[in-house]
T-cell receptor, first 113, second 115 residues
Framework: EAQVTQNPRYLITVTGKKLTVTCSQNMNHEYMSWYRQDPGLGLRQIYYSMNVEVTDKGDVPEGYKVSRKEKRNFPLILESPSPNQTSLYFC????????????FGPGTRLTVT | AQSVAQPEDQVNVAEGNPLTVKCTYS??????LFWYVQYPNRGLQFLLK??????LVKGSYGFEAEFNKSQTSFHLKKPSALVSDSALYFCAVREGNQAGTALIFGKGTTLSVSS
């Protein structure tokens, strides 16, 4: 089944404790992206990657890191999480960047205390 | 700069009635426009898109949307609403033919269909 998977689905952590949210797609998509969803703000892009080893900042990159060493994986790293990073995070992918629709993962709900 | 607006936080309709979820956008060139739906505790699912061509686009689950360039709008419509259509709907826009341009999402509109 074609899908985007994220792990973990739920995470509660404390301020400053490094964490990684994994994202993997099995559709051989070139483009991958991370979003955060907050009430009243919709989805905002954190980082995106147009292909392996090519990443760039989205609208809200502060406090996040990403890497794209393999085509299928695009992990999101929070080196020192803070409470304002409490949010619902979505990974998405598409065959190429631009005119094609994106496929979204199920989401990761992160709480930073 | 790109932007997208969904002027209604919530739309309420009765089952069987037509529904419209509004979206207006702003881009400097030609837009690529998308509608996504989010059911509770799920990721977003693609409904339909406008890239070029016919202004009326048809998508999944009986939904359609009309691209109106003069009004910079891309309203989502369905002739007869179902209770199962109740969900959160997002309009999204990006600058067409501009590599590396982000897809900008609206804040979302909650559709509630009553039986």
């Amino acid at each position: 089944e074609a899908q985007v998977t994220q792990n973990p689905r739920y995470l509660i952590t404390v301020t400053g404790k490094k964490l990684t949210v994994t994202c993997s797609q099995n559709m051989n998509h070139e483009y991958m992206s991370w979003y955060r969803q907050d009430p009243g703000l919709g989805l905002r892009q954190i980082y995106y990657s147009m292909n392996v080893e090519v990443t760039d900042k989205g609208d809200v990159p502060e406090g996040y890191k990403v890497s794209r060493k393999e085509k299928r994986n695009f992990p999101l790293i929070l080196e020192s999480p803070s409470p304002n990073q409490t949010s619902l995070y979505f990974c998405a992918s598409s065959l190429v960047e631009g005119r094609l629709e994106q496929y979204f993962g199920p989401g990761t709900r992160l709480t930073v205390t | 700069a790109q932007s997208v607006a969904q002027p209604e936080d919530q739309v309420n309709v009765a089952e069987g009635n037509p529904l419209t979820v509004k979206c207006t956008y702003s881009v400097s060139g030609n837009p690529y426009l998308f509608w996504y739906v989010q059911y509770p505790n799920r990721g977003l699912q693609f409904l339909l898109k406008y890239i070029t061509g016919d202004n009326l686009v048809k998508g999944s689950y009986g939904f359609e949307a009309e691209f109106n360039k003069s009004q910079t709008s891309f309203h989502l419509k369905k002739p007869s609403a179902l209770v199962s259509d109740s969900a959160l709907y997002f309009c999204a826009v990006r600058e067409g033919n501009q590599a590396g341009t982000a897809l900008i999402f609206g804040k979302g509109t909650t559709l509630s269909v009553s039986s």
